[in-house]
């Protein structure tokens, strides 16, 4: 008999009288992703809904794979309420995957591509899961078997791995199959579909468990803000598994739309364009600095981009003048803008914005449910134009992460507010202009970092006695993360200290992109503060320094 543990059920709960108030606005309708896609095929068999790489899949396709591979999972001996990490790139077979879990009513959980060992260890146990799926190798050709057998030594739940491509020992995903009689009904519309990873404000990423119910309604909501329907074309150039390019309004959007989505392996303006143009893709997303590396491609190419009519731009800030250079650069396509985070609540500004919002604003929330709150520091509302911190509640705005007692008592409210950590204004018009954060993360090019869970990192090195990690600013990046190191014993070089970071399996953006050597935090004239602080005058110091050069 194969043992299974028994593990912690997922939930993400609202109170009732939310819940009924949510239903009964017709955010909340009852879907249900595999229940999507069903329709989906059965009104659209023939219509293309995946494009990626040399596969391009109709909806009826689609719906016919997703099957295959829910029946080939539950021949595997998964269960439905597994949880299952699904670590794979732009390709046609992340929809297959996903899908397919959904109609086994299993629960994926969404690493990225860039992540490492270290992280996926840390999902695979925090999230109880009992499979991983994953390509042979990714864009960058890296080999993600390697990773899955120490996986499997380090993480001894998981029972099945199954890999894109030349599975090696493991599971090959293109022959699974099995009893589509066995296959489940369509799951409840308020449990849990997926757990989203959060950015890791503080230290390790939370998994935030969101429902068919509240994140169908984001999909949706958007598509109608955004303009897309059944003869869109959405072009997914970021990460698939990252919650903008998945939901804003992305491809789940897209699919809900009955729409069309393109996958580019990488955003790079050599391998998107081309697409672009090959495809009639009408919406895409991307980061600023993308953005800004786009509008400066977009000018001289010679590939036809005369059917991209929206472009959003979201994960970080993007300044008015950096806005405006983009929508300059692309005349044709509206810019539109996106405040968003993996826990819920996101800002669009509207298409038929003015020009001076579309460019100084990054929009104004999704619903008319969303409750929004800015607050000082001691709690007392401040007024619009004035700095605070933001709260969100709403019908697509989690109550609570996964598992996480000491997380949710910090970042949630007792009336159900999150503390979305991020500083902003709020002008007259109701729009959102995000002015910084209140937490110690590094938003480098809308990947973020946790300056804790780096230091700690750190800190296993024997010749660092203390680490403080802080964002700089960065022309190129936004922001870039620098490392200050006092050293014990021998003084360690930056390069080799960066090289050392690469051998922790950490996802590559989180290594250093600075480190500074220095004697002391020359605090002590201060007495004790706290890491906060700390980092905060480290950060001004080094500001003065470069300042001065
Ligand atoms: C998106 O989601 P996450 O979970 O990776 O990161 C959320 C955080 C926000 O709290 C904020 O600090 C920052 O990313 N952020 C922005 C921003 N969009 C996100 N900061 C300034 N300006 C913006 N436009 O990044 C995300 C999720 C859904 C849609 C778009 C982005």
């Known amino acids: 008999m194969e043992r299974i543990a028994a593990v912690l059920p ?65 021949g595997l001996g998964l269960r439905p309420g597994d949880r299952v990490v699904v670590q794979l790139g ?66 001894p739940d998981l029972r099945h791995v199954v890999v894109v491509g030349d599975a090696a020992e493991f599971t090959p995903f293109a022959g699974l199959d099995g009893d589509r009689a066995a296959l489940p009904g369509d799951p409840d519309p308020s449990s849990v579909a997926f757990l989203q990873i959060s950015g890791g404000t503080t230290g390790l990423s939370k998994l935030i468990p969101r429902t068919h119910d509240d994140y169908l309604y984001s999909c949706w909501a958007s598509n109608e803000i955004c303009g897309v329907n059944a003869e ?18 992305g491809h789940l959007g897209a699919l ?20 672009i143009a090959r495809e009639g893709v009408t919406i895409t997303g991307l980061v600023p600095p993308l953005a800004l590396l786009w509008a400066q491609s977009a000018a001289a190419t010679k590939h036809d981009l005369s059917s991209l009519r929206v472009l959003l731009v979201g994960g970080a800030k993007l300044t008015p003048e950096a806005a405006r250079r983009v929508q300059d650069a692309m005349p044709d396509c509206r810019l539109q803008q996106v405040f968003g985070m993996a826990e819920g609540l996101v800002n669009y500004t509207r298409l038929d914005d003015p020009d001076a919002i579309v460019l100084e604003t990054q929009g104004r ?40 007692a000491a997380a949710n008592a910090r970042s949630f409210t007792p009336d159900g507010f999150y503390r979305t950590g991020d500083i902003v204004c709020r002008t007259p018009e109701g729009y959102l202009v995000v002015q910084g954060r209140a937490g110690d993360h590094i938003n480098r090019a809308g990947e973020k970092i946790s300056a804790e869970e780096i230091e700690d990192h750190l800190l296993a090195h024997p010749n660092v006695f203390d680490a403080a990690v802080v964002s700089v600013p960065d022309e190129y990046l936004g922001e870039r993360s620098c490392a200050f190191i006092i050293p014990r014993g021998d003084r360690p070089r930056a390069v080799a200290l960066k090289a050392w970071m690469r051998t922790r399996n950490i996802a590559d953006f989180k290594v250093p992109d600075q480190i500074v050597l220095v004697e002391s935090f020359e605090t002590t004239a201060a007495g004790k503060i706290s890491r906060k602080e700390l980092r905060a005058r480290l950060r001004a110091r080094l500001l003065e320094q470069e300042a001065e050069q």
């Open 365 to 404: 929330p999704i619903s008319a449910d969303d409750e929004v709150l800015i607050l000082d520091d001691q709690g007392n509302p401040v007024p619009d134009g004035q700095p605070g911190n933001l709260l969100a509640r709403g019908p697509y705005t989690i109550r609570a992460y996964h598992n996480d």
């Open 232 to 249: 869109s074309v959405f072009l997914c150039a970021l990460p698939a598994a990252h919650n903008f390019p998945m939901s804003s309004p």
């Open 90 to 155: 732009n390709i046609a077979e992340f929809f297959s995957t996903v899908f397919g879990l959904f109609r086994a009513q299993m629960v994926p959980v969404y690493a990225l591509p860039g992540h490492r060992l270290t992280e996926i260890a840390h999902f695979a146990t925090k999230a109880e899961a009992a499979g991983y799926v994953c390509a042979d190798r990714g864009a960058d050709g890296f080999d993600y078997r390697v990773l899955a057998r120490q996986l499997r030594d380090g993480v």
């Open 256 to 275: 809900h739309a009955g729409a069309r989505v393109v996958l580019s392996p990488t955003p790079s303006p050599d391998v998107a364009f081309p697409l």
């Open 10 to 74: 997922l939930n993400q709960v609202w109170p009732d009288d939310f819940a009924a108030r949510y239903r009964a606005a017709g955010h909340w309708r009852g879907e249900t992703f595999p229940g999507v896609l069903r329709a989906r095929a059965t009104e659209r068999p023939d219509a293309l809904a995946i494009i990626g790489g040399d596969q391009r899949w109709t909806y009826a396709d689609l719906w016919a794979r997703a099957e295959a591979a829910a029946a080939g999972f539950l």
